[in-house]
């Protein structure tokens, strides 16, 4: 077997060794199976985005060893070959044995050394249970598996694992889906459980949007019987950038510019004279406070980064596992399609023709 390259690209994450350093969680174990042209990847998330943090150097046995900085508050990462994947959790500094076979290491494999990684397995094979026993459509509705799933995240509310289990989904479905009453309950219970154990965690305000941006929405009483649904002067997207970051339209919304959203596909035939129609406005006029917020639709997540890393402005992935609730929201039939926030952060325009685009945004700035 080849031995495997090191370190991707991604130097915010990049990891730099100190022998004298113990600050550090371990993993070692034995991948069988692998072919000479497999690689295995260390992978992050970021609420179910997905990124590259580090190739693993596996010798001809497929034995490895690999340690990487503590980052101060427990994650779940995964080591992925081609698109088998398994999962596990680091709470701090604790050491994993990792035994997995190729080519089914998402079934097959074990993980031993912490309490975390041994819940983890045992969520993992319920879920595997459960479809054998109903099919995969199944499982989401299987009351007996929600049962056992709700006091696992109960009986450890502010886990790590527990966090797992929110964000799980199968089939793009999540297996606690905060569009369920009940469900939502569970999402809450957790949410405040993080906010009070982690303040400092990132994922800490993402499960109180989570939570609040499902809560029904209290009606607003104008007269002593009328009731009046809250008005919402625009819908948020949060979605990550091709380095993994987190951007929110609100927020930029609120800094008092003008700002484009664009929906596109950089995959689509018209994408590349597109983009270059709106650069030109980007162009004129960003340096009188001009930004763009593109969020792109793209099934080859590569191709888009190829593209998205060469574009001035803030470009975002809605994947697969982000539904269709950004394009329902704004009642996007087709793409391309662009709308214009005033600097008030009020939709004020959705402009059909990308000609008219430099007119419109003029007339706003």
Known sequence: MKTIGKLLLISSLAFTCSCGNDNKWRIEGEISGLEDSDVVVLEGSNQGYWYPIDTIDVNAKGEFSYGREAQGYPDIYRLRVGEESLYFPIDSIESLKIKADM???????????????????????????????????????????????????????????????????????????????EDLRIIGAVANAFAEKRKSDPRTSYLRRLFIDNRPKAPRVVSDDIPVANEVRAFDIRLFDNSGKEHSLLDLTSKGKVVILNFTAYTAEESPAFNVALNRVYEKYRSQGLEIFQVSFDSDEYAWKQTAKNLPWITVLNGVADGDKALRDYNVGSLPATFIFDRNGDVVERVTDISRLDAAVASRI
């Open 103 to 181: 080519p089914d290491m998402a079934i097959n494999h074990n993980i031993s050394g912490s309490p975390q990684a041994e819940s983890l397995q045992k969520v993992d094979s319920l879920l595997r249970s459960a479809a054998v026993d109903g099919g995969v459509a199944a499982v989401t509705s299987n009351s007996d598996l929600k049962r056992l799933l709700g006091q696992m995240v109960l009986a450890d509310p502010a886990g790590i694992v527990t966090y797992y289990i929110i964000n799980k989904r199968i089939d793009n479905v999540p297996v606690f889906n905060p569009s369920v009453k």
